[in-house]
């Protein structure tokens, strides 16, 4: 049985089956191994398998999008 990883963060590039994920978090970037199979991915969550584990991402706006959304300053 593979581990469940349960994390908050985002996924640096679109998740593709063949290709390891990369999930910037607040310990850093996470590599997971490659992905096997994408069960959901929406705006607000990741569900993804690996050959090595099950990933639960959920998902946080990237810094850039965070400052796009700040209001403009005259």
């Keep these: ?3 469940t990883v349960e994390i ?6 679109p998740l593709k089956e063949g290709v390891s994920a ?3 978090c607040s310990k ?3 590599q ?3 992905v096997v199979s994408v ?6 969550f990741a569900h993804f398998e690996t050959m090595n584990s099950e990933y639960k991402v ?3 706006k990237s810094p850039v999008e965070l ?3 700040l209001p403009k300053c005259a």
């Design 1 to 3: 049985m593979k581990k």
């Design 8 to 13: 908050s963060g985002h996924i640096v590039f």
């Design 22 to 24: 990369y999930i910037a």
């Design 28 to 30: 850093g970037i996470v």
């Design 32 to 34: 997971t191994s490659k």
């Design 39 to 44: 069960k959901n991915d929406t705006k607000e």
């Design 58 to 60: 959920t998902l946080e």
């Design 67 to 69: 400052a796009q959304a």
